[in-house]
């Protein structure tokens, strides 16, 4: 049974930074390209940043370049989101989602190509 645990959500004040990861089991985890995609309420999920299996290659949304990274560590089956510069408008819930793909350069931008999802991470920035 695959699994994808996130952690790291809370609550930060604007400026702030967080730093979410997620783990994932039941898979094969060299595989998967990885997601992080985000829910605020009432909102429709958004892709946030993905990386390739290989992890050598990234893409982020426009609102989050040079605030946010992505990366992973295949040995612990892990992925991160460091976020910096927090504003209000990120509040969401925070999903981690896998992808299985066939070449390791692979990242995958839309929402609904993902396989797997985790349960979500709450993170509130304040103003």
């Known amino acids: 049974q695959v699994q994808l645990v996130e952690s790291g959500g809370g609550l930060v004040q604007a400026g702030g930074s967080l730093t979410l990861s997620c783990v994932a089991s039941?898979?094969?985890?060299?595989?998967?390209?990885m997601g992080w995609i985000r829910q605020a309420p009432g909102m429709e999920r958004e892709f946030v940043a993905g990386?390739?299996?290989?992890?050598?290659?990234?893409h982020y949304a426009d609102s989050d370049e040079g605030r946010f990274t992505i990366s992973r560590d295949n040995a612990k089956n892990a992925v991160y989101l460091k976020m910096n510069s927090l504003k209000p408008e990120d509040t969401a819930v925070y999903y981690c989602?896998?992808?299985?793909?066939?070449?390791?350069?692979?990242?995958?931008?839309?929402?609904?190509?993902?396989?797997?999802w985790g349960q979500g991470t709450q993170v509130t920035v304040s103003s």
């Open positions: 989602a896998a992808d299985q793909v066939h070449a390791d350069i692979v990242v995958t931008i839309g929402v609904g190509e993902y396989d797997y």
């Open positions: 039941g898979l094969t985890f060299r595989n998967y390209a």
């Open positions: 990386i390739s299996s290989s992890g050598r290659e990234t």
